[in-house]
């Protein structure tokens, strides 16, 4: 079995808002590669507290901005050995609600739109993402896990030939 370096990677903060059966997606540039649909999200700064990390990101990608209190939906943990990436990252998906009218201004360059979009189609286009793990947000959509539920997972090969394999889910 391969060595994995155990470092921890930054904490990704992610916002799950839903609308009259709907899920908020941002998307990006077809030909970056991270590019196609995704929950607004992003990167925590060093110094900077989960929750703020996360009104930031939503307003950055999205103009909205945050109402109440949030609620952990999932907590996903990705150890991660892709050549380029090795290492162990977090991402914490928060259900949110949220005010304001969408206007998206990214200043990475990676979200241009924001989209209120069918839960079916979303998810279809989630699961059309390498790094996207949908079974934790298909589980808490469904009910079928409580809120807070901790998944790990491991992803190993190439981008565009990463295999993904469930260690664990932690109830």
């Given at each position: ?5 155990r ?147 491991r ?12 260690l664990?889910?932690?109830?």
């Amino acid at each position: 079995m391969p060595s994995y370096d155990r470092r921890m990677l930054p904490t990704i903060v992610v916002a799950l808002l839903r609308q009259d059966g709907r899920l908020l997606l941002v998307g990006g540039h077809e030909s970056d590669d991270r590019s196609g649909w995704m929950l607004p999200g992003g990167q925590v700064e060093a110094t900077e507290a989960l929750l703020d990390a996360l009104a930031r990101e939503l307003a950055e990608e999205t103009g909205l901005v945050m109402r109440g209190q949030p609620e952990i939906a999932f907590e996903v943990e990705v150890e991660l050995e892709t050549g380029a990436t090795n290492g162990t990252y977090r991402a914490i998906t928060y259900v949110r609600e949220a005010d304001g009218d969408l206007q998206p201004n990214d200043p990475d360059g990676i979200v241009h739109t924001a989209e209120w979009i069918e839960v079916a189609d979303a998810l279809k286009r989630l699961a059309a993402l390498e790094w996207y793990e949908c079974e934790p947000l298909h589980r808490f959509l469904d009910g079928e896990t409580r809120a807070g539920a901790v998944y790990r997972y491991r992803m190993t090969g190439a981008q565009g030939a990463m295999t993904r394999t469930a260690l664990e889910i932690v109830e």
